[in-house]
């Protein structure tokens, strides 16, 4: 089979990008597009337990708000970063600042369109336009990624992406503030439009601050490649989102994971044959962006899947309102502020190695120190797990992001950034799932026996609904104060027991992590080497 191949350009020198725009205004740029999703993210979880008293949601209709976002996401992200290497990065990372602050305005007036369309409800519209928003979130970030790769020298990479964190890590920071604010001053909704006026900022910066020439190494796109690996991507974050309800060794969960199994080894025996693919498997050639993919997933395991569940701790457990509730995450986001960059400098002078395994050491021992939260812990308390997580994870999303794309040719970067962000979601989409079955079951385990001799008095159908409750930590508003004052405690008690449990398994998941970054090298930088693109 004969194989393609051009020259990759040369770094770009000192302060200046290889199109001719000064890096850091590119990263400012770049950056502010992204703001605006990681604001999304951290609003959405201060506005979930609202969203569910509001609309009536259920705990499976709060996860698909997130799960159908990652499931969007982990489908078209990496044929998203193809787009971007195809027909230019700003063009593509524009078009998704554009839709993604659409959709959310959309977002906000879910009531309003329930309304006006036949047969869909509130919640339907959210989750709806929710997936919506997530594809032009796949198309806005590996573009961002690669304009990053693009904008800065190899030797600079690392501090970009250290202060590429530090930017996001400030977002995040201000998310949970603005968002409590939002919801207990104004609505849930209001959240969703804050992302409009982020969004026109972000398109002004991006077509003023932007410029890249359009720079095509392809000459069409692996449609057969597109349809395999996003039926791959389907199959799998599927199951993963529907196992808990299914059952993991429910015919219908075991068939998708083998339909999963099956895409997949057709997808990467197309990539070896086809002429221009999708995802050249030279690509993984380097061990690094291998493990770095690995890193990535298992890392946002821990993470996203423990973490989902804090929102409904502090404001059904603790009964903190959604600004106390922000307030209370503050110390995380707000370290990253000072740990990204840190990291940025640390994985330049250390290594990745060596960096990226201190970080994952401390985030274990952050998530056991989550696992020991008391029912009433104080804001210290809380405090320091989370200053701990981010002093944590910051190395490993700066380290894991460097290597991936950092290692990958230019040419290829968009691709790159999408492998970096499909590791993201499908780690956050299992995380979520297993945990919060992990957490369910236990749960249901518990609340038996914290309710002592009156569960043998409760009908099977009620200890249900009062699972579920507990799922949320805590009984639904309008709930009997007699009933309350009975069962309330129990309820909490099996959430915390559940909660405890989900973040063990997240101090184990960082640990076996830990391991594995032990086998990370820093790799050559690909600039001035052929590209070989079969």
């Known amino acids: 089979m004969a194989h393609a191949t051009v020259d990759a350009p040369s770094s770009p020198g000192p302060g200046r ?35 569910q ?30 787009l971007g290497d195809l027909f230019g990065h700003k063009r593509v990372f524009l078009i998704g600042v554009a839709g993604f602050a659409l959709t959310s305005v959309g977002i906000g007036f879910s009531a309003e369109l329930a309304e006006i369309v036949p047969g869909v409800t509130p919640v339907g519209a959210l989750i709806g336009l929710r997936v919506l928003q997530g594809l032009f979130g796949a198309l806005l970030q590996p573009a961002a990624l690669a304009l990053l790769r693009g904008a800065f020298p190899g030797e600079k990479l690392n501090q970009a992406m250290g202060a590429w964190g530090a930017i996001i890590g400030l977002s995040s920071a201000a998310g949970p503030i603005v968002g ?39 000459a069409r796109i692996d449609w057969a490649g597109v349809v395999l690996l996003s039926g791959a991507m389907f199959a799998l974050v599927w199951s993963i989102i529907k196992a808990p309800e299914w059952g993991w060794g429910d015919s219908t969960t075991i068939g998708f994971l083998a339909a999963f199994a099956v895409l997949i080894g057709l997808f990467i025996f197309w990539q070896s044959r086809a002429k221009q693919p999708l995802v050249p498997l030279s690509l993984f050639k380097n061990a690094s962006i291998s493990i770095g993919v690995v890193l990535m997933t298992m890392v946002t395991f821990a993470m996203f899947g423990a973490m989902f569940f804090l929102g409904f701790f502090f404001q059904g457990v603790h009964g903190l309102s959604p600004l ?23 994985l330049g002078r250390l290594g990745p190695k060596i960096t990226m395994t201190a970080g994952l050491l401390i985030t274990a021992v952050s998530m056991f120190l989550m696992s020991q939260l008391s029912i009433d812990a104080t804001f210290v308390e809380t405090s320091i797990p989370f200053v701990l997580l981010a002093f944590g994870l910051s190395p490993v999303f700066v380290g894991a992001t460097e290597i991936i794309v950092g290692n990958a040719p230019i040419e290829l970067s968009g691709v790159a950034g999408g492998v970096q962000q499909s590791a993201m979601q499908v780690g956050g989409a299992l995380g979520t799932a297993i945990l919060g079955a992990v957490m369910a079951a236990e749960i249901s385990t518990k609340l038996p026996g914290y309710l002592g001799p009156a569960a043998q008095a409760i009908p099977p159908d009620q200890m249900t609904l009062l699972e579920k409750a507990a799922a949320f930590g805590g009984l639904p508003e309008g709930t009997p104060e007699q009933l309350v004052q009975l069962v309330g405690p129990a309820v909490n008690n099996a959430f915390m027991d559940g909660m405890h449990l989900a973040f063990l398994v997240s101090t184990a998941v960082a640990l076996l992590t830990a391991g594995l970054a032990l086998f990370v090298k820093s790799g050559r930088k690909t600039e001035g080497q052929p590209v070989h693109l079969g």
């Open 17 to 51: 990008t290889g199109t001719g725009g000064n890096p850091w205004l590119v990263l400012l740029a770049v950056s502010l597009g992204v703001i605006m999703v990681m604001l999304d993210g951290t609003v959405v979880g201060i506005a979930n337990p609202v969203i």
């Open 53 to 82: 008293k509001d609309l009536g949601a259920s705990l499976a209709d709060l996860q698909w708000v997130t799960s159908g976002y990652l499931l969007a996401l982990a489908v078209f992200l990496i044929t998203a970063g193809k």
């Open 180 to 218: 409590g604010v939002l919801v207990e001053k104004v609505s849930w909704e209001s959240v969703f439009f804050i992302n409009a006026p982020v969004g026109i900022i972000a398109l002004v910066m991006g077509f003023l601050l932007i410029k890249e020439p359009r720079v095509q190494t392809l």
């Open 324 to 346: 106390d509730a922000g307030l209370r995450m503050l110390p995380m986001s707000a370290g990253m502020i000072v740990a990204s960059p840190l990291a940025g400098i640390l």
